[in-house]
């Protein structure tokens, strides 16, 4: 870990929080390691303890690391089951990487979105996709759509606790799966509040062979 807070991403996100007074908890940096370092798995915390930049700000720091790893279009689908969060999720995002420093664009796509920003993002996709689970399966449904997640790096599946053993949960496993079959590499992260069956929570999100993480937020 302490080779990871000299690298190039760890000081430009430490940085950016310092400057908002903040200093990232322990959970925080050992997501973002750990991304970096090839994980998947479950962030576990309250809300308000910064569940979303713990994974959100794993992708960044990745890239700022490693920018030749990643290539033109999408890199991260968000999933929440919440539609009317889905703006509040991706304005600050967008916030951040503008404050960052990054070109990059956080898109919404579920039932709110317009027709007119549904085709801008088919013709081209922003970095950043928040959605819900049923508008994933639609864009699994699109026309040639192989080509949205060919560079994608990770799908981050936030309050995993309230789909967790519901149809939609069930969906959003089905839509992990076929993503999988395009961008074999891809890292899973889910994003939930303390809940009992943790194991069980992390085997039916990532019930693949894959390096998987376990990394619990600050409660006190």
Request: hydrophobic share 40%; net charge neutral; glycine share 8%.
């Amino acid at each position: 870990m302490s080779a990871f807070e000299h690298t190039n991403g760890f000081k430009v996100i430490q940085q950016w929080m310092a400057e908002k007074g903040n200093t990232p908890f322990k959970f925080q940096t050992d997501t973002w390691w750990k991304f970096g370092n090839g994980y998947s798995g479950m962030v576990i915390a309250p809300t308000g303890f910064g569940k979303t930049y713990s994974v959100f700000l794993a992708l960044i720091t990745d890239f700022l690391n490693h920018p030749e790893k990643f290539k033109k279009g999408l890199k991260m689908i968000w999933i929440t089951p919440l539609r009317s969060l889905s703006k509040d999720i991706a304005k600050a995002m967008e916030e951040a990487i503008n404050e960052i420093g990054l070109d990059w664009t956080v898109g919404v796509r579920n039932g709110d979105t317009d027709p007119k920003t549904r085709q801008q993002q088919v013709k081209n996709m922003p970095e950043i996709l928040v959605v819900t689970p049923e508008s994933l399966h639609l864009l699994l449904g699109q026309k040639n759509h192989v080509r949205f997640f060919q560079n994608l790096h990770c799908i981050a599946v936030d309050e995993w606790h309230e789909l967790l053993g519901s149809k939609r949960g069930v969906m959003v496993e089905l839509g992990i799966s076929q993503v999988r079959k395009y961008a074999p590499t891809l890292k899973i992260w889910g994003i939930t509040a303390t809940i009992g069956n943790l194991e069980e929570a992390m085997d039916v999100l990532i019930p693949y062979d894959v390096k998987k993480s376990e990394d619990h937020g600050q409660t006190t």
